[in-house]
């Protein structure tokens, strides 16, 4: 059974900072891109930070420089460093693995809360 549990969400003043897990069970996490999305209120759902299985990183423009995201295939966990954060970063975080390899190979978490507000 494949699971995506992501923690470490939370309320934290701007300028502060957060780190996002998402532990991975029930497929071979190594060979999935692993991706951080968010969702604002209203909005829709935007890609905020990609990590592919070779390593390659993507960001989105407005956490360029901010965000950073890993990987630890040891652990089969992927993680978001979130500094610096703005009001504007609030949303729920979603934790995504991705195989343009596998068929069906696309599975979610259920997502955890980041609010920045003073």
């Known amino acids: 059974q494949v699971q995506l549990v992501e923690s470490g969400g939370g309320l934290v003043q701007p300028g502060g900072s957060l780190r996002l897990s998402c532990a991975a069970s029930g497929f071979t996490f190594s060979s999935y891109y692993m991706i951080w999305y968010r969702q604002a209120p209203g909005k829709e759902r935007e890609l905020v930070a990609r990590i592919n299985d070779f390593g390659v990183i993507t960001y989105a423009d407005s956490v360029k420089g901010r965000f950073t995201i890993s990987r630890d295939n040891t652990k089969n966990t992927v993680y978001l460093q979130m500094n610096s954060l703005k009001p504007e970063d609030t949303a729920v975080y979603f934790c995504?693995?991705?195989?343009?390899?596998?068929?069906?190979?696309?599975?979610w978490g259920q997502g955890t809360q980041v609010t920045v507000s003073s």
């Open positions: 995504n693995a991705y195989s343009p390899f596998t068929v069906g190979g696309n599975y």
